[in-house]
């Protein structure tokens, strides 16, 4: 449940004229009144002779006869909502929902019958508006100084006592999320992202890599971005804001943003606690700065959080960024996984209620992200053969993280943290069955004979990479396949059918050819399902030939059939998807 205090107005009827009307960016359905100051307060919506400007002026009155000077912004507006996922809530809980706001917020405390007066209006399934006057019956305003926080504890209460999604109570490590102008106004431009977004993600991967004040301004300027320094009196830099080129307001001027106004750790004094320590220097080669990198990980791990708090908090900044980095140099093929995950892993980079402080871990995560800045060019983003031991490295730091996080008892961190670790996975599935492909990729047709009958006589169980079988029984669904959540069901399916005796990529070859893939949700998933089907038949085909039948799985009916009488001609018995090789080309292969 998520309350939202608007920003104060001066126009009640303007305000109930919206509500009670169609609306102008979601579709108002069926408004009415669920609750209000007074139970007896005619509802506009049900009522022939009361209207909406009746009802504007009803709660206009005691602001009216206010003693003193009148508040100039008088409106007070709250939206409560619920997430998609939760369950409806009836009129009768909706008005609880807003007598208890209005009781939190300081409007319309329970015991006061002196209270400002105030209307609940529903005009969708997921959330109501609560409209109030900020004019008390005794000609006193109200005092709603600390609003937005009490009425996020009553929203605390209410998801337990409605079994709703329990949000977590605001600990100021949320990002800062792009306001409705802004996303309206990209959508305008014709952009994929609000500008507010396009900032964050860029200043993250300067700061990141950065390691002084100068190299973190020219980082800002080679990536395109304007940028704006604070200089006080005695010449020192103590703020920036930056603007995307092409944005501008209506006075044609640049829209800046403060740092501190794109995230609470991206404020210059913020951007500074990372660069403590010497430059490290750039490794060799590319793929000697992924193995540098990874040994740093491996240890870093195994460090987080060991000095406290406090140094805990240091430690998973520090791995923050260096996700950030990763995911910037990172192969071509992993690298929508890696920005996810850097997305994700954002919130479980900053720790409730307390600072960055220097830690080992940290500083071995600031080694490892100065390394992959420093060494890994363009030419060298798509060695995916030492880019593998980094990301498995990373995904131990980051499970560490989850749980010093769980530790501290921070369930949203610790969640954004499993969410990043459940990415980067799918990265190192991507990576193994691209270094897979590589390894089997045969130079020419007549290479690929070869090498298929030399690698089927030398298979032995365990030995194969399934990544590569996929790549060889259905490259134009590997991608998918190895990035989906079910790859590992559907490797271990393989494997079973290897240790049979057949050859995985002939059978899961058969099995996609069966039907088209395309459609599937999961085709990972689907292909289980065929394979398992495909080990029912075998098994009922055994059974069978030692009862004297013979199953002959016929579209996959599995029905069976006499055996021929002894003598009879019997056709010579193919491996398990020679049949369509042998008619021409099928789907999959």
């Given at each position: 449940?998520?309350?939202?205090?608007?920003?104060?107005?001066?126009?009640?009827?303007?305000?109930?004229?919206?509500?009670?009307?169609?609306?102008?960016?979601?579709?108002?359905?069926?408004?009415?009144?669920?609750?209000?100051?007074?139970?007896?307060?005619?509802?506009?919506?049900?009522?022939?002779?009361?209207?909406?400007?009746?009802?504007?002026?009803?709660?206009?009155?005691?602001?009216?006869?206010?003693?003193?000077?009148?508040?100039?912004?008088?409106?007070?507006?709250?939206?409560?909502?619920?997430?998609?996922?939760?369950?409806?809530?009836s009129?009768?809980?909706?008005?609880?929902?807003?007598?208890?706001?209005?009781?939190?917020?300081?409007?319309?405390?329970?015991t006061?019958?002196?209270?400002?007066?105030?209307?609940?209006?529903?005009?969708?399934?997921?959330?109501?508006?609560?409209?109030?006057?900020?004019?008390?019956?005794?000609?006193?305003q109200?005092?709603?100084?600390?609003?937005?926080?009490?009425?996020?504890?009553?929203a605390?209460?209410?998801?337990?006592?409605?079994?709703l999604?329990?949000?977590?109570?605001?600990?100021?490590?949320?990002?800062?999320?792009?306001?409705?102008?802004?996303?309206?106004?990209?959508?305008?431009?014709?952009?994929?992202?609000?500008?507010?977004?396009?900032?964050?993600?860029?200043?993250?991967?300067?700061?990141?890599?950065?390691v002084?004040?100068?190299d973190?301004?020219?980082?800002?300027?080679?990536?395109?971005?304007?940028?704006?320094?604070?200089?006080?009196?005695?010449?020192?830099?103590?703020?920036?804001?930056?603007?995307?080129?092409?944005?501008?307001?209506?006075?044609?001027?640049?829209?800046?943003?403060?740092?501190?106004?794109?995230?609470?750790d991206?404020?210059?004094?913020?951007?500074?606690?990372?660069?403590?320590?010497?430059?490290?220097?750039?490794?060799?080669?590319?793929?000697?700065?992924?193995?540098?990198?990874?040994?740093?990980?491996?240890?870093?791990?195994d460090?987080?959080?060991?000095?406290?708090?406090?140094?805990?908090?240091?430690?998973?900044?520090?791995?923050?960024?260096?996700?950030?980095?990763?995911?910037?140099?990172?192969?071509?093929?992993?690298?929508?996984?890696?920005?996810?995950?850097?997305?994700?892993?954002?919130?479980?980079?900053?720790?409730?209620?307390?600072?960055?402080?220097?830690?080992?871990?940290?500083?071995?995560?600031?080694?490892?992200?100065?390394?992959?800045?420093?060494?890994?060019?363009?030419?060298?983003?798509?060695?995916?053969v030492?880019?593998?031991?980094?990301?498995?490295?990373?995904?131990?730091?980051?499970?560490?993280?989850?749980?010093?996080?769980?530790?501290?008892?921070?369930?949203?961190?610790?969640?954004?943290?499993?969410?990043?670790?459940?990415?980067?996975?799918?990265?190192?599935?991507?990576?193994?069955?691209?270094?897979?492909?590589?390894?089997?990729?045969?130079?020419?047709?007549?290479?690929?004979?070869?090498?298929?009958?030399?690698h089927?006589?030398?298979?032995?169980?365990?030995?194969?990479?399934?990544?590569?079988?996929?790549?060889?029984?259905?490259?134009?669904?590997?991608?998918?396949?190895?990035?989906?959540?079910?790859?590992?069901?559907?490797?271990a399916?393989?494997?079973?059918?290897?240790?049979a005796?057949?050859?995985?990529?002939?059978?899961?070859?058969?099995?996609?050819?069966?039907?088209?893939?395309?459609?599937?949700?999961?085709?990972?998933?689907v292909?289980?399902?065929?394979?398992?089907?495909?080990?029912?038949?075998?098994?009922?085909?055994?059974?069978?030939?030692?009862?004297?039948?013979?199953?002959?799985?016929?579209?996959g009916?599995?029905?069976?059939?006499?055996?021929?009488?002894q003598?009879?001609?019997?056709?010579?018995?193919?491996?398990?998807?020679?049949?369509?090789?042998?008619?021409?080309?099928t789907?999959?292969r």
């Open positions: 449940m998520i309350p939202k205090e608007a920003r104060p107005g001066d126009d009640t009827a303007g305000l109930l004229f919206y509500l009670y009307g169609p609306g102008k960016r979601d579709e108002h359905v069926d408004p009415h009144m669920v609750a209000a100051w007074d139970p007896y307060v005619p509802d506009p919506a049900r009522s022939d002779e009361f209207s909406i400007p009746d009802l504007a002026a009803l709660l206009d009155a005691p602001v009216r006869v206010l003693l003193g000077r009148k508040p100039p912004l008088h409106v007070f507006h709250v939206a409560v909502r619920n997430p998609p996922e939760d369950r409806q809530l009129d009768e809980e909706w008005a609880r929902v807003a007598r208890e706001m209005m009781h939190a917020a300081g409007i319309a405390p329970h006061d019958d002196r209270g400002c007066r105030w209307v609940a209006v529903r005009h969708a399934d997921d959330h109501i508006h609560i409209v109030a006057t900020r004019a008390r019956e005794d000609g006193r109200p005092d709603t100084s600390w609003s937005k926080l009490r009425m996020q504890e009553v605390r209460r209410f998801e337990v006592e409605f079994g999604r329990r949000l977590t109570h605001a600990d100021g490590t949320a990002r800062r999320w792009a306001k409705t102008g802004e996303v309206e106004k990209a959508t305008r431009r014709g952009l994929s992202e609000p500008v507010r977004e396009t900032l964050q993600r860029t200043v993250r991967e300067a700061a990141a890599a950065a002084s004040d100068a973190f301004f020219q980082r800002l300027a080679a990536a395109g971005l304007r940028v704006k320094q604070r200089v006080a009196p005695d010449g020192n830099v103590t703020g920036y804001s930056v603007a995307l080129p092409g944005d501008r307001d209506g006075g044609q001027k640049p829209v800046w943003f403060p740092g501190t106004r794109l995230a609470s991206l404020s210059l004094p913020r951007v500074r606690e990372r660069w403590s320590g010497l430059p490290v220097n750039a490794a060799a080669t590319p793929a000697n700065a992924w193995r540098a990198a990874a040994e740093k990980v491996r240890a870093a791990a460090q987080l959080g060991a000095g406290g708090l406090h140094h805990g908090a240091g430690d998973v900044a520090a791995l923050g960024d260096l996700i950030v980095t990763a995911a910037v140099v990172s192969p071509y093929l992993v690298r929508s996984q890696m920005r996810k995950a850097a997305y994700e892993y954002e919130r479980a980079s900053r720790a409730p209620a307390a600072r960055q402080m220097e830690g080992q871990a940290r500083v071995l995560y600031r080694e490892s992200t100065q390394v992959l800045a420093r060494s890994v060019s363009s030419a060298g983003r798509n060695d995916t030492a880019a593998l031991g980094f990301l498995l490295a990373l995904v131990t730091a980051v499970e560490a993280s989850r749980r010093w996080h769980q530790a501290q008892e921070h369930r949203v961190q610790a969640e954004a943290a499993g969410r990043a670790g459940r990415l980067l996975h799918e990265a190192v599935e991507v990576t193994v069955g691209v270094n897979a492909a590589r390894e089997y990729r045969p130079r020419s047709k007549r290479a690929a004979a070869r090498a298929r009958i030399g089927r006589a030398a298979t032995t169980p365990g030995i194969r990479p399934m990544a590569g079988t996929v790549q060889e029984a259905v490259p134009e669904h590997a991608r998918e396949i190895l990035a989906d959540p079910a790859w590992p069901a559907l490797r399916r393989l494997a079973a059918v290897e240790e005796g057949d050859d995985p990529g002939d059978v899961l070859a058969t099995v996609a050819a069966r039907r088209e893939l395309s459609s599937a949700d999961s085709v990972a998933e292909l289980v399902w065929r394979l398992d089907g495909w080990q029912r038949q075998r098994s009922a085909a055994a059974a069978a030939s030692s009862s004297g039948t013979t199953a002959v799985p016929a579209g009916t599995g029905r069976t059939v006499p055996a021929r009488k003598g009879a001609s019997s056709p010579t018995r193919r491996p398990p998807g020679e049949e369509q090789q042998r008619r021409g080309p789907q999959g």
